[in-house]
């Protein structure tokens, strides 16, 4: 009923930029916060930017200053625009969404994730 697609991802040298794109679709009432993740190998996921309806934003200190989230609420899409990328920024991200939507005559909030767009820092 609710779906995530992420966009955008790709093989970048240091010190390039990646604009991912997150768009939610389905039977969705409100988004609350929205946010990206990501998964290194070996390594547990860990969040690297949300943002919440309002426009507030908050950081992973890795990525502070380097990376810019951002939310068109009437397109239902996030996206995160990531500069001076390094190598150590390689991983898996996926895109998150806290929301509400209808299943049947019930409106249920619950998380969704996308299903991840691989990034690649390399020379």
């Known amino acids: 009923q609710v779906q995530l697609v992420e966009s955008g991802g790709g093989l970048v040298q240091p010190g390039g930029s990646l604009r991912l794109s997150c768009a939610a679709s389905?039977?969705?009432?409100?988004?609350?916060?929205m946010g990206w993740y990501r998964q290194a190998p070996g390594k547990q996921r860990e969040l690297v930017a949300a943002?919440?309806?309002?426009?507030?934003?908050n950081y992973a200190d890795s990525v502070k200053g380097r990376f810019t989230i951002s939310r068109d609420n009437a397109k239902n899409t996030v996206y995160l625009q990531m500069n001076s990328l390094e190598p150590e920024d390689t991983a898996v991200y996926y895109c998150?969404?806290?929301?509400?939507?209808?299943?049947?005559?019930?409106?249920?909030?619950?998380?969704?994730w996308g299903q991840g767009t691989q990034v690649t820092v390399s020379s």
């Open positions: 998150n969404a806290d929301l509400a939507h209808y299943s049947s005559s019930w409106l249920i909030r619950e998380d969704y």
């Open positions: 943002i919440t309806s309002g426009g507030s934003a």
């Open positions: 389905g039977t969705i009432f409100n988004i609350y916060a």
